[in-house]
């Protein structure tokens, strides 16, 4: 993963990672819904969890804390 000085931007980036390891295990993702569907995110994440690729689940955990961390920022 390429990192960046802007926070948006590397959760931007993570999202599309995401994105392009799901479609390589066969499950298409919209980003949009998905930074906007809780339902939706939590339905890709637990499908992303439960993957046999162990990358996919590692950017499941993490794209997990990213929206922890912004419903606590919301939250505050």
């Known amino acids: 993963m390429n990192a960046t000085r802007d926070p948006e931007a590397n959760a931007f980036l993570r ?3 995401f994105k392009w390891l799901m479609a390589g295990v066969g499950w298409w993702v919209d980003l949009t819904r ?6 939706y995110s939590e339905e890709c994440l ?7 690729s162990r990358l996919l ?6 794209l ?7 419903d606590a920022a919301v939250s505050a």
């Open 15 to 17: 999202l599309v990672e």
């Open 34 to 39: 998905l930074q906007r569907d809780i339902a």
């Open 64 to 70: 997990l804390g990213l929206r922890l961390r912004s």
């Open 57 to 62: 689940r590692e950017h499941s955990v993490d």
């Open 46 to 52: 637990q499908r992303a969890l439960g993957s046999g």
